[in-house]
């Protein structure tokens, strides 16, 4: 498997958006599990969101379930992350992590599980 690679951080006030992109190859091949984790300083990193791309199936964290959304473009090999109505909570490093799991249960956002991981990148949100 090669790494993924992040990208869209950024800065934004309270309540706005920014859309982060995770570009990976593999995917249906030696990847069926894309994961969003954050890391805030201090704070130990934390699952976010997951997508099984096979059969769009995803998974939130009950902190951003309704702000944020997983999404791809397998023409791409990119997964996104829409993140909506954000708040100084979400202020963290921003990391994707692509996994292949024998069962699409097994796709949910827990860091030990997740062997590849991208580089992450910084969203700041401002009060």
């Known amino acids: 498997q090669v790494q993924p690679v992040e990208s869209g951080g950024g800065s934004v006030q309270a309540g706005g958006s920014l859309r982060l992109s995770c570009e990976a190859s593999g995917y249906g091949d030696s990847i069926n599990c894309v994961g969003w984790f954050r890391q805030a300083p201090g704070k130990e990193r934390e699952g976010v969101a997951a997508l099984y791309p096979t059969g769009n199936l995803t998974y939130y964290a009950d902190s951003v379930k309704g702000r944020f959304t997983v999404s791809q473009d397998n023409a791409k090999n990119t997964v996104y992350l829409q993140m909506n109505s954000l708040n100084a909570d979400d202020t963290a490093v921003y990391y994707c992590?692509?996994?292949?799991?024998?069962?699409?249960?097994?796709?949910?956002?827990?860091?030990?599980?997740?062997?590849?991981w991208g580089q992450g990148t910084q969203v700041t949100v401002s009060s």
């Open positions: 992590a692509t996994e292949w799991f024998p069962i699409y249960s097994d796709c949910v956002p827990r860091p030990p599980d997740f062997a590849y």
